[in-house]
């Protein structure tokens, strides 16, 4: 009896000092992992380089991101109904609205964030929160053509004949067409003037391309002149591409970049915590660096001056867009796209 | 007579000479564009480059600014090989069969065996996922090499049945007629004259599948991020120079790996003579 | 083992039938709407030609630059057969992603073609190619060529020299030769060669959208479309398995024709 209990007390102070050290050298794992998606490219490099160790060194919790464009993430998503291949989507309004009708989404509680008080005021909901806005409008080559001042140019030579166009599959696409069906009489249930128009000119045309091919068409000098936003002018720029960006004289796009988690998310605590690392004062203003570039959200962070805004504030002077009125016209668009365009 | 024909004959190899030269022209030119591309001074891919440098073959093997890269790689390398190797027994044990039997069934077996091929491998992907989340599994490595198998199958059985058509059914008589066993005959006749076809077969497959995008997209995870995948973000956002070195790196592995194989064959086949 | 493969393969083809049969986006209830939309719309019947007739064009050039290119080797020696072993290889070790930049910097308005063209004064203005099927069919084939050349190197090597010389002492000119000798014996790496092609290039999404450009439209980009950017899913479904059948019924014609002239040429 006596040796029996022996045992288990040295037993069970074995165990604790097990565990004990096991918390030492490993007090990461404790923390446990979240998977996000994050868009390719200049996304996935930055978050690798600035959100991963930042969420390691606060709240001790490691990052596996999974490069996907916001559609794809949605088309994962749906096809892997309740069992979602990663904990966070990150997306812009027009997939957002998709995922919300596919009900993608846990319920966002936004009292899980220690930030939400520096979100700008009407962008979280109860689907998700900002971490980054984006500002659309057209990006030239200086050295080959003019400053164009608003969307009515791009019609007109000597921009036509240069001009690269996109259709309604990505968001900035969507909201440049509807912007230039605006100038023709059109509006965000009206963009037959764009289409109008674009026969118009589309013999001068210079390439009706896919959205991942723009930037090679640019760079070669295929085409000189495209929609497009401040973030992809400036890491372009930054890359020796000869490119600036031009405000349309009827006022530039704006709309935000959203997280969500994932309905079904495996480590939803864990999901919460990486949206608050990315929207956290630190993370953001690293973010909004050079060769990254983002329009960060966080009202502490003081901008740049090469950002098409002097704070946050003036988000709501942009020209805005309701996704639950486009989205629902975006399949029908795009297949009368085609048919306008198809040689 | 023969001056007529000696005449047809320059007519003859000026046409194929032509016709065979610009298939080079085109088989080349654009790999030469991404080779000297890759080797530009400047932050981004253009061409012609303003400078040379191998400043981005430093970055793509520097395992700190390029790790997640290296990783996607060698994810990609694991499915494509494990897939061109099962591609191999499984497209030569179905080319054997289907030779064996050229019959209807023979027939709509075949074209079942191909179908993957014409089916676009995006609505396979999405499909595949669909089936896999009903089934309560999450995409695995393990799922994306089985996407990967059923969509390279067809390049190993094509090649291999095009040289099986080649075999001579008497010389499968005569060697069993001798007394050689199925497997003998299958080791001494069979098999060299449609090693050429598996081996074509095996390496188209594997190249399909390491520029696989489709099939990854849907099957692939965070965990088993895919190269093309990563290469294609890298390229639209940014013209990263280094999705141009990655195929640098791969055309002087290949060459090299060739040549060594090539060694290897050349001392087995003196060393048994 | 195979019958793993064909489940695998079955299943998820299974599952797209049963999508395809859904009248609405959200799958909600059974009908032939989506097929009726597909069948009945002089627009899609016309990208599904398109498509096919991609295919057909590209086989074509494939299988002759191919067939002169294979001349020529089995012509050279072992040295120059592994030169040439190794170029025609090499499109397929570089990725499809920076061959897209390729083709620009090749095809573009200001690229290297139009710099030879123009700076020879063959034209004043710059051609267009880029965007065009003719420049997508071009880059078609460079990718397509090893699947060409692969099959039919492999049967090509196997045909004895001393047939070819026979013909030619019998005092039969090359090109004789080349039609009675070389080309029946090399058909069927010439048919696998074709059937590769043309399976892989009427599928090949990327290329055809990003080299082809947004006003060529094949199926699948309209596939891409409708699964990825609008989830119409049936729809989607209806097109993938309308290009699998039409791709399968052209192999099947060209199969059946094959057989034919064979049966007449022993017969």
Known sequence: ?343 | MVDRNRLEDVAYWLVVGGLGGLALLILTTPVVVVLVTSLTSEPSLQFPPPGLSLQWYAALLDPERSGHIHEAALNSLKVAAWSAALAMIVGTMAALWLQRHPTATGRTLDTVFMSPLVLPMLSFGLAALILITLMRFRPSLMWLTAGHLVVVVPFVLRTTLANLSQLDRALLDSSRSLGAGPFYTFRRVTLPIILPGIAAGTFLAFMASIDNVPVSLFLSSARTDMLPIRMWGMMESSLDVRVAAASGVLIVGAIVLLLVMDRLVGLTRRLSS | MALLFVGFFAAPLIVLVWVSLHADQDMTRLGLDSWRKFLGDPFYLNVAFDTLLLGVKTVAGTAVLGMALALLYVEAGVRLRRVLLIIVVLPLLTSVVVRTFAWIVILGREGLVNQVVMGLGLSATPLRLLQTEFGLIVALMQIELPLMMLPLLAVMNRIDPRLVDASVALGASRLRTFVKVILPLSLPGLAAGCLLVFASSTAAFISQSVIGGGRLIYMPLVIWQQSVVVYNWPFAAVVSLSLLVSVLAVIALFGWLGRLSRGRIDG
């Open chain 1, 1 to 343: 009896m006596r040796s029996l209990n022996l045992d288990r007390r040295t037993f069970l102070g074995g165990a604790t000092a097990l565990a004990g050290s096991s918390a030492l050298s490993l007090p990461a794992r404790a923390a446990g992992d979240v998977v996000a998606a994050i868009y390719p490219g200049t996304w996935d490099e930055a978050f690798r380089s600035i959100v991963a160790p930042a969420l390691q060194e606060t709240k001790g919790v490691d990052l596996d991101l999974a490069p996907l464009y916001a559609v794809e993430q949605i088309a994962k998503a749906r096809a892997a109904r309740g069992l979602p291949p990663f904990d966070v989507f990150v997306l812009d309004p027009g997939p957002r609205a998709s995922g919300v009708e596919m009900d993608l989404y846990e319920p966002f509680d936004v009292s899980k964030l220690e930030n939400a008080s520096k979100l700008p005021e009407g962008f979280v909901d109860t689907f998700g929160a900002p971490v980054a806005a984006q500002v659309v409008g057209i990006a030239y080559n200086p050295s080959k053509l003019p400053k164009p001042s608003g969307w009515a140019d791009l019609f007109e030579e000597p921009f036509a004949s240069r001009l690269g166009l996109t259709g309604f599959q990505t968001t900035y696409g969507t909201t440049s067409l509807i912007e230039i069906a605006k100038i023709f009489g059109g509006s965000e249930t009206d963009v037959e003037p764009a289409f109008t128009k674009i026969k118009e000119i589309l013999p001068q045309i210079a390439a009706v391309a896919q959205p991942s091919a723009m930037a090679g068409l640019f760079q070669q000098g295929q085409i000189d002149v495209m929609y497009g936003n401040t973030q992809a002018v400036a890491t372009l720029k930054g890359r020796g591409v000869d490119i600036e960006f031009a405000m349309p004289e009827t006022g530039a796009i704006a709309f935000v970049t959203t997280m969500h988690v994932a309905k079904g998310a495996e480590n939803p605590a864990q999901a919460y915590q990486y949206i608050d690392t990315v929207v956290s004062a630190d993370v953001q203003s690293k973010l909004m660096q050079p060769p990254y570039n983002f329009i960060p959200v966080n009202s502490d962070v003081e901008l740049l001056a090469s950002l098409p805004m002097a704070s946050l504030d003036e988000l709501s002077t942009f020209v805005r867009h309701d996704w639950s009125v486009i989205n629902p016209q975006r399949a029908d668009w795009i297949e009368r796209f085609n048919r306008e365009v198809a040689v």
